[in-house]
């Protein structure tokens, strides 16, 4: 059953919740329990999970195993439980702090050089905040089921004016508890 803690201790006011592919990759198929649970998750808690261009673009050339010429992401975006956010505005000053800043928690918690990590990484920070600035929820919650990224969002905003308005949630924690 899921642990139904709240994610910020205040309220209940919306969030919206940023997710990776590996939130995705370890549900696997549609006909999977834990994609299956993760639908119901969202639906019961009248959430969408918006998902970075470069996630889906990961996520979209998955093989057609599960359903015939329907990626499971697909199948989830046609349901209406995921969305694609809109490139990010890579012009806007704080965007751009949030990805830099993002890219070097990232390299520096990980050991590797700020040029080997992943847009999509620094892509979930930056729809978070362009969420967060343009007022869609008064709280984000990003997915990921890796922790250096979850971590470096939540660094991120907080250093950019955005504390206590953002949350890690590890994806194979989400998905332990909610399956």
């Known amino acids: 059953m899921a ?6 201790d205040d309220d209940d006011a919306p969030v919206v919740w940023v997710a990776d592919s590996g939130l995705f990759i370890a549900c696997g198929r549609q006909q999977n329990n834990k994609y299956a649970a993760l639908e119901r998750f969202a639906r019961r808690h009248d959430s969408t999970f918006v998902i970075p261009q470069r996630v889906y ?13 329907q990626t499971p992401i697909e199948s989830a975006i046609d349901a209406g439980w995921v969305t694609v956010a809109d490139e990010p505005d890579y012009t806007d ?3 751009a702090r949030v990805m830099d800043h993002v890219r070097t928690y990232i390299a520096a918690s990980s050991n590797r050089n700020e040029d080997q990590i992943e847009k999509a990484d620094t ?4 729809i978070a905040v362009e969420r967060l600035m343009k007022g869609d929820a008064d709280r984000v919650c990003v997915v990921t089921t890796d922790t250096d990224a979850g971590e470096g969002v939540v660094a991120a ?3 950019n ?4 308005r ?7 924690e989400l998905i332990d508890e909610i399956a």
Do not use: C, H, I, M
């Open 3 to 8: 642990d139904e803690r709240p994610l910020f």
């Open 57 to 69: 673009d990961e996520l979209g050339g998955a093989p057609n195993r599960s359903t015939p010429g």
């Open 93 to 95: 000053g704080t965007v």
């Open 123 to 126: 892509a979930l920070g930056a």
């Open 157 to 159: 905003l907080t250093a």
């Open 161 to 164: 004016g955005f504390e206590d």
């Open 166 to 172: 953002v949350r890690f949630k590890d994806g194979f």
